[in-house]
């Protein structure tokens, strides 16, 4: 036993590693059943204070954001609460029939969480001028131009700010951070700054993990290990664990942001995506899409528009985005992933219908940048072949589980994060029992 285990009171029931959206969703609705959860995190759970600065800390290359060979590239947050601390917090249900295909019914989670999460469309006096520009000009273009849902508390949220995507330091935005600090209160354990080298294996189950804190090795123990590290952490975990291959393939759903710049507007400090429009059967997803102005400057830069960098304040920009086909590689040191034939013509059409909606605003200097993505997922897939995917439980190996976006099983284009807490809430739910000594838990004490 190590020092940290002998510390606690208690052995611990599991282990959830990561607090994305599907780990803080696991390892809540198993504290709240009652199990001792240890919740493991490589980044940090300082305060958000919605600075660029604290921003580049989670997600620069190297700490969370990877460059891939044709110089796109995969952003994601190393930090409590994962990539959530730093989304745009839209919200999509989970695809029911994707799931049902493999005897998954996530409905009643869904109902569950919709009961308690701050979701729904942005009021009025949130959604910035730009995003109401460009809702007017794509319904006027024949678009089904709608309001999306978003994870925004209104009452906390204001008007002229643009720190979603920096970690809303304000209470706003609804982020993975909450659950965790729930499964606390409620007696998780939780470590940060600890970073989770291998999955312990003993005859064949896991019996607990090896991590790193403060320079130091440790091991801890449990007999349930839930890995929650995000699209790229866990299909490496496995694979360092001995459990599953060496390269994963994934999806990550690529973006391109489609700017030009009007003269009668001085914005550029609004909530993303409040509004857009998708088109399942194309695999093409189009929102509003205003960024800080640093990050619209390195956009604008990347894609050579010298010219445009200033422009930040009259500049409306689209989203477009893509359902991409599964390929590429999670290695285990890095990540790469090129577009397919498939994926550049999604991506060509959803340019030509935000061309058009920028037309129809009166927009001009119109340009498109280089693609990047956000999504990276489905690399151990539910359903995958064995070594290389979970099962329906979302078991890869007895006593370990998967519960965030690699275990997505298709290629996929939506906004994951709700899909994620109900997948998190179906596992804690079905863990729980076992979890606390096979003492029996009520449904009603698992669904709250
Ligand atoms: C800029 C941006 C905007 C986005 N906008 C939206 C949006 O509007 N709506 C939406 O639904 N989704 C959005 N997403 C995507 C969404 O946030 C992610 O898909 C989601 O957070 C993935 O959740 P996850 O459970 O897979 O874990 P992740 O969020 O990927 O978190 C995994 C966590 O595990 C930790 N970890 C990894 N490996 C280890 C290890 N070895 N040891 C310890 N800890 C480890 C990581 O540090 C991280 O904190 C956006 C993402 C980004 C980057």
Redesign the pocket.
Known sequence: MDSFTERCERPFDVIV????????STARELARAGAHVLI????SAAPLAGTLGQMATM?LPGR?TWLHRDASLL??????????????????PPPAAMFAAHGIDLAPFLAALRAELPLAPLPDNLVGPMAARIMLAARAAGFNWQKLDK?IRPQACRSGCWRC?YGCPFGAKWS?RDFVIDACRHGAVLLDR????RVLVEDGRAAGVE?RRAGALHTVRAPTVVL???????P??LHASGLGPRHAPFFSDPVVAVMGSVDDIDGGAEV??AAGVSFPEEGIALADLTLPAPMYAAFALQAGRVDRVGAHRRTLSLMVKIRDDIGGAVGPRWVDKRLTTGDRARLEQGIGMARRILAQAGARQVFATHHFA????GSIPIGGNAGEGVDSDLRAAPGLYV????VIPQPWG?????T?LCL?KRLGAMLAGAAIGGSSVSSEAVSR
């Open positions: 590693v990561g607090t994305g959206p599907g780990g803080a493991l995190e490589q980044g997600a969370g952003v994601s947050g190393t930090v409590l609460g994962g990539s959530s601390a730093l989304n745009f917090a839209t919200a999509a994870m995507v993975a600890s970073r989770v080298r991590y929650a590290g995000g699209g790229i952490g866990s490496r975990l993303p995506m956000a999504h990276p997922g519960c965030d976006a690699s939506l906004p994951p994060t709700l994620l998190g």
